[in-house]
């Protein structure tokens, strides 16, 4: 289950793992994001735009995507990705994630506890109409 927190209490979150545990590397970034894409595939009205692998310590992935408002509302979709980050992080140790509006839509801030490793993603979302 993850543990949904404000964008603050997530950079505090971040911050106290970043120092806690190592940092994911390439592999297991890489197969991380693969399953974060797989769970959102099942989305219907949720479509991919980009995704990527990055050399920061945060965010480590990166994901852009875009809902259409007609079927959805941002809320919904929210509460669908909460659900969706949940399933591809039964497995870790710790899990957080915060929603920060942003003037297209809105971004959701992850971080992972793997064993002794630390992933973070920011997935960014826009609606369109």
């Known amino acids: 289950m993850s543990h949904s927190c404000t964008p603050t209490e997530f950079q505090r979150q971040f911050e106290h793992h970043l120092a806690a545990f190592s940092?994911?590397?390439?592999?297991?970034?890489?197969?991380?994001l693969r399953k974060i894409l797989a769970s959102l595939s099942r989305?219907?009205?949720?479509?991919?735009t980009r995704s990527e692998v990055t050399t920061k310590n945060h965010p480590m992935l990166e994901v852009?995507?875009?809902?259409?408002?007609a079927k959805r509302l941002p809320d919904l979709v929210q509460v669908d990705l909460s659900n969706i980050w949940a399933d591809s992080t039964s497995d870790a140790c710790r899990s957080v994630h915060a929603f920060a509006k942003t003037a297209e839509g809105f971004d959701m801030l992850l971080l992972a506890v793997f064993g002794a490793t630390v992933?973070?993603?920011?997935?960014?979302?826009?609606?369109?109409h």
């Open 23 to 32: 940092l994911a590397d390439s592999w297991q970034r890489g197969d991380a």
């Open 43 to 48: 989305m219907g009205y949720f479509s991919i």
């Open 64 to 69: 852009r995507g875009q809902f259409s408002l």
């Open 119 to 128: 992933v973070t993603c920011c997935l960014h979302v826009v609606g369109t």
